[in-house]
């Protein structure tokens, strides 16, 4: 991004990227796409490109991380060196080591950690490309690694952000809206147990805009959702195809 | 930051939550006694300690010249760093920041940024080239929690109580002069912490509460109640109820805590 636009949305209410306020980006999900993982998931949504890999439950290391009474999981959210436009370290940043804190509790109310002493499960997601709500894209592409790995959950947790655009409350901001935008509130969801697991904000808004916000945050999610599920179906229906 | 606490403790505390009662007789919403004192730190330009019950937090704010930030050449740069310091608690260990004390510098950081506490276009000094950084490092000197809420008041009242050092240009080099002036600022965030334990929501919870505490939400508020920045954190969940409740909560608690700081 190299020069500031003048306006974020037009008169009609249309966005920089053609959207309407309430309307996600393209958001296309698949599982199974890494051989030798446990579990995994690729997420393209909008531009941000995300692999999601899950192992285990397996024995920790090292052992002496290892719960008693309950599995630990464990979670790297990495950002390639050339997912975005200036080259990024590859050195885990503060704010590598902030999300990845972030994106593990917002799975975890969704695992039976108490059923699974003495074991870990890793979780590494790598963003190949970033273009804003990389947080969100990424717990939608880790909940489907875990659920791959054949890991019972109590739901999917599915994740994505509202925000603020000059006056108006936008779902699903990318890197321009959250960069040049007045706030930005990633949620992540269990839809069906009605739980938020992640709720983050920066920007200012008021009472009601925050409201607005989270409840558009989560129409976003749970539409989200019915495609990580049609995503884990996929995977099967494949083998099916090749079976008859 | 778990510490060794009984499974009888535990849930003492949780039948007493469910109950409307605390350890410490507390009402659920109820902050524990708030001492600030400002300026104790002579060397630094500015620093604050808060003692939120037995939660003793030292801020100290240092005020340098650097470059800015490319994509904000006219504005100063605004720093948090926080360490848990091993003399605070025998889980707190000396090395590299680990994930809870950059969470907790980052907490710090949204709220104040956010909420432009810092007037930062008055800390340019040459657009692009020269500017003011200010420092603000979080000491963490007892540990009873509510880390998060102690630090960030502790980061604003030194903030408040931080002097920029008097300068001019002469011949395009920055000279500093006699005297100091107060470090300019746009606003005051109160940030309030919620903890969840069972279905009960209870602000400023210490050590012993944070063990059974499944989640937390906290949030900053600005002067006109607006929400600035928010941070869940805990392998816990909110139903979006208990979400509306906490900031309704959080803007009652910041409300009361600004009138009483007179801030």
Not at chain 1, 80 to 106: D, G, N, Q, T
Not at chain 1, 229 to 236: D, F, Q, R
Request: glycine fraction near 6%.
């Amino acid at each position: 991004m190299n020069e500031k636009p003048d306006k974020l949305i037009d008169k009609k209410g249309i966005r920089l990227d053609g959207r309407k306020a309430d309307e996600l980006r393209q958001v296309k999900l698949q599982v199974g796409v890494l051989p030798n993982a446990d579990g995994s998931a690729y997420v393209e949504h909008g531009k941000n490109k995300i692999l999601a890999a899950a192992f285990g439950p397996r024995e920790m290391h090292p052992k002496h991380l290892a719960q008693a009474d309950r599995m630990v999981l464990r979670c790297r959210y990495h950002m390639a060196p050339f997912s975005v436009p200036e080259r990024k370290s590859p050195a885990p940043s503060r704010r590598e080591v902030e999300l990845s804190k972030v994106i593990r509790e917002s799975l975890e109310p969704a695992l039976f950690l108490e059923l699974y002493p003495r074991t870990g499960v890793d979780l590494f997601i790598e963003v190949l490309q970033a273009d804003g709500g990389t947080r969100c894209a990424s717990i939608t592409a880790a909940a489907l690694a875990i659920a791959d790995a054949g890991v019972p959950m109590r739901d999917l947790v599915v994740a994505c952000a509202a925000g603020k655009v000059e006056d108006t409350v936008v779902l699903d901001l990318y890197d321009a809206e959250d960069k040049l935008g007045v706030a930005d509130v990633p949620v992540a969801y269990m839809p069906s147990l009605n739980a938020v697991t992640l709720l983050q904000m920066d920007g200012i808004l008021t009472p009601d805009e925050f409201q607005k916000a989270v409840e558009m945050a989560m129409v976003g999610c749970k539409k989200i959702y019915e495609m990580q599920k049609e995503a884990l179906k996929t995977k099967y229906m494949v083998v099916k195809e090749v079976e008859e | 930051m778990s510490t060794l606490v009984t499974r009888v403790r535990l849930k003492q505390i949780t039948q007493l939550i469910e109950k409307g009662k605390r350890l410490d007789e507390r009402g659920l919403l109820d902050y524990r006694d708030i001492k600030i004192e400002q300026g104790l730190i002579e060397k630094a330009e500015g620093s604050a300690k808060v003692l939120l019950g037995k939660t003793e937090i030292l801020v100290g704010v240092k005020v340098e010249t650097g470059e800015p930030f490319p994509d904000t050449p006219n504005e100063g740069v605004q720093t948090v760093n926080a360490e848990l310091v091993p003399l605070a608690h025998p889980n707190f260990e000396p090395g590299p920041p680990d994930e809870n004390s950059i969470e907790l510098a980052r907490i710090v950081d949204r709220g104040i940024r956010e909420s432009h506490a810092i007037d930062t276009e008055k800390l340019c000094i040459e657009p692009g080239k020269k500017v003011f950084v200010v420092f603000i490092d979080v000491y963490v000197l007892n540990y009873d929690g509510n880390l998060i809420d102690a630090s960030a008041l502790a980061a604003m009242a030194a903030l408040l109580n931080t002097k920029m050092p008097n300068y001019e240009i002469k011949d395009g080099e920055l000279k500093m002069k006699q005297g100091y002036t107060p470090l300019p600022m746009k606003s005051h965030p109160i940030t309030v912490t919620i903890g969840k334990i069972g279905n009960t929501l209870i602000v400023d919870p210490i050590l012993e509460e944070e063990q059974v505490m499944e989640a937390r939400i906290t949030m900053a508020i600005n002067e006109q109640g607006n929400i600035c920045a928010i941070q869940k954190g805990g392998s816990g969940f909110f139903t979006p109820q208990q979400i509306l409740e906490a900031s309704k909560i959080a803007q009652q608690k910041a409300e009361e805590m600004r009138k009483k700081l007179d801030w």
